[in-house]
């Protein structure tokens, strides 16, 4: 299907993206549509004829456990009610623990990675299955950014596309300011992962901006599309001429002059580059998978995943093998994303706190792990304040006990509640 350009649909700029011209199709966040009711500007859109398009962020498909039913059934119902031509998800985990790992289950409230090896192809393209049979329309996968390499992988990047899509015929969503996050921050050269993929699987593409800091590469989804970005987009349209391209803005939203010009950049991109001649495409160097070990690889994805997200999010001692610079990196950039998306379902927080919000919120964060999503932790966290008397203005605490009670309980939380508090604490920490 011919998708052609696109925006990523935000509530934040509904206005302008209805007004924009030149957008075939939209792409929303699955987790912010109600599985019943559209949100009047998508079913504007909708009657104007303009595809929309589910994006999931929490599936967590390559996480050692299986999908979660109530999640795929969700994200079925939500591409009927969108007449969705397909439904998209991350290549990531972005929960672990549990039963399996006799472990506090933990949420990373963001994408991680998986490791490039042959237990973790198992493990996705199991749940990819599962999920194909729960979807009523196709599925695509995105590569995402990453800020840390697992040790010890045993594919390439584009080998493990290839074999994900061999495996299970899922189609492929490529963002190519991931793949430039990735050159930067993991040495790994985009051609190089162009020429290995089957860029026939590719459904469409991402183009998104970010930012340079201390040697790291930020996919922040929140600054200009780069220039390096724009060439890895040429590189991917001489090997192929994708289905769609999007425009990602998920944060300080630039006048609608600028958007408009992202857009005419990406189009004149592609022109440019379809008159380029098609590189020699060098056939992948292809990996044998050792005999017999797909046993058990569940249960060793679970156990790798968990000291991972553990380390990032509790403070557990690091695993063997990876860079502990990058893994601190990692930890307080998911520790200010938890901070960001708290603001966001909870923006009395921030409101009632002013200035203290974030340096408080990350302080929590460092001895409290996520385990049950953004709204429980912005309740967990105003209970946490008050439980230690905070804030020490008296109008303030008020108003964050208040908001507590409504959302919580009939009253705020007393002394008492510390002893539950710490020794919760202390078995997470073992």
Known sequence: MKLGTGIGWRPEIEDVIEALPGIDWVEAVAENICTDHLPASLA??????????????SLGLGGADRPDAGRLADMAARATLLGAPLVTEHIAFVRAGGPVTASPGLEAGHLLPVPRTWDALEVLCENVRIAQDSLPVPLALENIAALISWPDEELTEGQFLAELVERTGVRLLI????????????????????????????????VAGGMERDGVWHDTHAHPVTQPVLD??????????????????????????????????????????????????????????????????RDRTAVAQTALLSSLVAGTPAPEGFDHRRLGVQSRALAAKRAEVVAKVAPE??????????????????????????????????????????PADDVARRRLTHWWQDRAAARPPRRGTRLVRAARTALMGR
């Open 44 to 57: 504007r859109l909708r009657e104007r004829g303009v595809t929309v398009v589910p994006h999931g962020v």
């Open 175 to 206: 963002d190519v300011a991931n793949l430039h996050t990735n050159h930067v921050n993991r040495g790994e050269d985009p051609a190089t992962a162009l020429d290995e993929l089957p860029v026939e699987a590719i459904a469409y593409v991402h």
């Open 232 to 297: 890895v987009l040429a590189e991917l349209r001489s090997r192929v001429d994708p289905p769609g391209v999007l425009l990602e803005r998920d944060d300080d939203f630039p006048p609608t002059a600028e958007l408009a010009g992202e857009l005419a950049a990406i189009r004149a991109t592609l022109a440019g580059a379809a008159d380029v001649p098609a590189p020699v495409r060098r056939p992948p160097a292809r990996s044998r998978e050792p005999a017999g070990r797909a046993a058990g690889a």
């Open 349 to 390: 927080l921030p409101e009632i706190l002013g200035d203290g919000y974030r340096s408080a919120f990350l302080a929590y964060a460092r001895t409290r792990p996520m385990s049950g999503g953004y709204r429980r932790d912005a309740l967990a966290f105003a209970e946490q304040l008050l439980v230690a008397g905070a």
